[in-house]
C-alpha cells in the first residue's frame, strides 16, 4: 500500500511530461496592398426572386475590403509542423447557406468527417454544385421546397469551389481539413488559430485571386504570437 501513491504520482508525471500541450495561439491580420479594384455590378435579371432580396448593387466577393484595406475571405492554417497525429471531427456541422443568391460564407473549412449543413431559404431554385476531384463531386438541386441538407467529406482535400449552375455568379470556396488549425477572416482582416501544441509551424495564408503568403512561427506552451500577411495586386506579367 506505501507504493500506491508514488506509482500514481509517477505514472502521472510520465504522461505529462508525454502529452502534447495544446496551449499556444496564433493571431493576426491580413492587409491588402494597392487601390481596391473596381468590380462590375452583378445583374440578377434573370431570377426576379433574387433582384428582390436587394435593395442595392450587388458585386463579386472575389475581393472583400475592411478598413485600412483588411481582408476578408483569407484562408488561414497550419499548412506544416503539427505533430502527427488524428484529430477528432466535431459533431456541430458548418453551415453552407444560400442567402440572396449568394452563398455565404464566401469560404469556409471544415474538417474531415465532421458535417456540411446546406440551407436554401431564398425560395428559389439553387443547385449546389461541389467540383472536388479528391471526394466525390456532386451537383444536388435544392427547389425552393428543399430548404436544408447536409453532406460529409470523407477525405482531405484543399480549396475546391461550390458554384450555382443556375445561378452563375453564386461561388464559395471550401477546404476539407485534417486537423481543426484554420481560420477564415471577415472583413477586419483578423484570424486567430488557437489550442495549438508547442512546435514551430508553417502559417499559410490563401486567397482566391492573390494566392498564398507563408510565415513560419515557433510557439512555446502558453504563448500567443502574432503574425501578419499582406497581399497585392500581381504586377502585369506574373
Not at 475592411?66 to 484529430?87: D, I, Y
Request: charged share 20%; proline share 8%.
Amino acid at each position: 500500500m506505501k507504493n500506491i501513491v508514488p506509482n500514481i504520482l509517477i505514472t502521472a508525471a510520465i504522461i505529462f511530461f508525454i502529452s502534447p500541450v495544446y496551449a499556444a495561439t496564433i493571431v493576426g491580420v491580413v492587409k491588402y496592398d494597392g487601390a481596391a479594384p473596381k468590380f462590375k455590378e452583378i445583374k440578377m435579371d434573370a431570377d426576379p426572386l433574387c433582384v428582390e432580396k436587394h435593395t442595392s448593387a450587388v458585386y463579386p466577393q472575389t475581393l472583400v475590403l475592411g478598413e485600412g484595406n483588411t481582408m476578408a475571405n483569407v484562408f488561414v492554417h497550419v499548412k506544416s509542423g503539427l505533430p502527427s497525429q488524428a484529430h477528432t471531427a466535431p459533431t456541430e456541422p458548418v453551415v453552407l447557406d444560400q442567402k440572396g443568391c449568394f452563398y455565404e460564407p464566401h469560404v469556409f473549412g471544415v474538417m474531415v468527417g465532421q458535417p456540411v449543413k446546406i440551407l436554401n431559404p431564398d425560395g428559389t431554385l439553387h443547385n449546389v454544385h461541389a467540383m472536388s476531384k479528391i471526394n466525390p463531386e456532386f451537383n444536388l438541386a435544392m427547389p425552393k421546397f428543399r430548404t436544408e441538407t447536409t453532406k460529409v467529406f470523407d477525405k482531405p482535400e484543399f480549396m475546391f469551389a461550390f458554384k450555382c449552375d443556375v445561378h452563375p455568379w453564386m461561388l464559395a470556396w471550401g477546404s476539407v481539413m485534417s486537423h481543426p488549425f484554420f481560420s477564415t477572416t471577415k472583413q477586419d482582416g483578423k484570424f486567430t488559430i488557437d489550442n495549438l501544441p508547442v512546435g514551430t509551424y508553417e502559417i499559410e495564408a490563401w486567397h482566391e485571386k492573390l494566392g498564398t503568403q507563408k510565415a513560419s512561427v515557433t510557439l512555446a506552451d502558453g504563448e500567443a504570437k502574432e503574425i501578419g500577411f499582406t497581399f497585392s495586386k500581381p504586377s502585369s506579367g506574373e
